[in-house]
Antibody, heavy 119, light 109 residues
Framework: QVQLQESGPGLVKPSQTLALTCTVS??????????WSWIRQTAGKGLEWIGR???????IYNPSLKSRVTISEDTSKNQFSLRLTSVTAADTAIYYC???????????WGQGSLVTVSS | QSVLTQPASVSGSPGQSITISCTGT?????????VSWYQQHPGKAPRLIIY???KRPSGISDRFSGSKSGNTASLTISGLQDEDEAVYSC?????????FGGGTRVTVL
C-alpha cells in the first residue's frame, strides 16, 4: 500500500520561498505509469492542482502558478519536492502530495501539511 | 474562484438520493472522460470515490455513482447515510493539467 507523507516548515514569511517534501513508501517514484502531484486547499476556495512530476523528471505546472513553482525529485530518497517562490498570504493553505495514474485521478494522498504565510 | 462550478451545499434526509453537479467547459469536462470525485471529511485528506466519470475504486460503496452530459458531470449518492456527510469535490483533466471544483458540502438532515 502506497503511503505519502508531506514535511516542511509550517510558517513562511511573505516574499520568501515555500519548500515542502513528500516522502513515498510502498512504491517507487521511478516506476510508471504513476505521476506525482502537489495539490493545495485554501480555506473556502477548494482544491487547486499545483503541478506534477513524472518518471524521468518531466514536469507540468498549473498555468496560474507556473512562474513561481518548481517540482523536483530525489529518486535515491524516493521523495519529490515543491518550491513556491515569492509567497503571499494567498498561498496560505493545506498542501497535499498525491499519486496519480493512468486513470488521471488521484488515488493516494498524503495527510496534508498546513503552511501559513505570515510575518 | 474555482474553475469547475459546484453548488456550495446540498442536503437530504437519510435514505434519500441527492445529486451534485459539476459544470466546466469544452476544454475540460466536456472534452475528457477523466472526471473524478473526492470525498473529504473534516481534518482528513480527500478520498477518491469516482474516476473516469463513472467508475468506482475497490471498496467504494455502489451507492455512489457518476455520470456526465456535455460540460456537466454529476455525482449521485443514493440511500443517503449519516457517514456521507462530508465535502465532495469534482476534478477534471484538462489536456495538460487538472482543474477542481470548489467543493459541495453535503448535510444529512
Amino acid at each position: 500500500q502506497v503511503q505519502l507523507q508531506e514535511s516542511g516548515p509550517g510558517l513562511v514569511k511573505p516574499s520568501q520561498t515555500l519548500a515542502l517534501t513528500c516522502t513515498v513508501s510502498g512504491g517507487s517514484i521511478s516506476s510508471g505509469p504513476h505521476h506525482w502531484s502537489w495539490i493545495r486547499q485554501t480555506a473556502g476556495k477548494g482544491l487547486e492542482w499545483i503541478g506534477r512530476i513524472y518518471i524521468g523528471g518531466s514536469t507540468i505546472y498549473n498555468p496560474s502558478l507556473k512562474s513561481r513553482v518548481t517540482i523536483s525529485e530525489d529518486t535515491s530518497k524516493n521523495q519529490f519536492s515543491l518550491r513556491l517562490t515569492s509567497v503571499t498570504a494567498a498561498d496560505t493553505a493545506i498542501y497535499y502530495c498525491a499519486r496519480g495514474g493512468s486513470t488521471l485521478s488521484f488515488f493516494h494522498w498524503g495527510q496534508g501539511s498546513l503552511v501559513t504565510v505570515s510575518s | 474562484q474555482s474553475v469547475l462550478t459546484q453548488p456550495a451545499s446540498v442536503s437530504g434526509s437519510p435514505g434519500q438520493s441527492i445529486t451534485i453537479s459539476c459544470t466546466g467547459t469544452s476544454s475540460d469536462v466536456g472534452n475528457y472522460n477523466f472526471v473524478s470525485w473526492y470525498q473529504q471529511h473534516p481534518g482528513k485528506a480527500p478520498r477518491l470515490i469516482i474516476y473516469e466519470v463513472s467508475k468506482r475504486p475497490s471498496g467504494i460503496s455502489d451507492r455512489f455513482s457518476g455520470s456526465k452530459s456535455g460540460n456537466t458531470a454529476s455525482l449521485t449518492i443514493s440511500g443517503l447515510q449519516d457517514e456521507d456527510e462530508a465535502v465532495y469535490s469534482c476534478c477534471s483533466h484538462a489536456g495538460s493539467h487538472w482543474v477542481f471544483g470548489g467543493g459541495t458540502r453535503v448535510t444529512v438532515l
